[in-house]
């Protein structure tokens, strides 16, 4: 079975990112094998983190996350599965979005890389 993209979005207990990255710094991500980290960000306010894990069993990605649900609420935020701009670049052109030249386009470099809890 090939690994699926999750976007894993985390909203910590009682606003409190200190007790995660307290947590994260003595144990790591607590993550099983099987289930890889890919890529971060948290808010600026320190209440939300988005998070992009890889995996071959979403059972794996479950596991994880009851390893966290003492300090972090999934149940808010949520999981979802996603793919690469690449792919969704190939679908059909019907309905494919156009490309935003807003204050959402992203370019590399936007985003600052944080360290992560979880």
Same mark, same amino acid.
């Given at each position: ?6 976007? &894993? &979005?985390? $909203?910590?207990?009682? #606003?409190?990112?200190? @007790? +995660?990255?307290? #947590? ?5 991500? %607590?993550?099983?094998? *099987?289930?890889?980290?890919?890529? /971060?960000? +948290? ?14 069993? $979403?059972?794996? =990605?479950?596991?994880? %996350?009851?390893?966290? @649900?003492?300090? &972090?609420?999934?149940?808010?935020? *949520? $999981?979802?599965?996603?793919?690469? /701009?690449?792919? @969704?670049? $190939?679908?059909? @052109?019907? &309905?494919?979005?156009?490309? /935003?030249?807003?204050?959402?386009? /992203? ?6 890389? =944080?360290?992560?809890?979880?």
């Amino acid at each position: 079975m090939p690994d699926t993209l999750y976007m &894993v &979005v985390e $909203r910590f207990k009682n #606003r409190d990112a200190a @007790a +995660v990255y307290r #947590r994260f710094r003595d144990c790591g991500r %607590m993550a099983p094998e *099987g289930l890889r980290y890919v890529s /971060s960000w +948290v808010d600026e306010g320190l209440e939300l983190c988005y998070q992009l894990m890889e995996t071959h069993d $979403r059972k794996l =990605l479950e596991e994880w %996350m009851s390893r966290w @649900a003492d300090l &972090v609420d999934f149940r808010g935020a *949520g $999981r979802h599965h996603v793919t690469g /701009s690449r792919r @969704a670049n $190939r679908a059909p @052109a019907a &309905v494919r979005p156009e490309p /935003s030249s807003g204050p959402l386009t /992203s370019r590399p470099g936007d985003a600052p890389r =944080l360290p992560t809890p979880g």
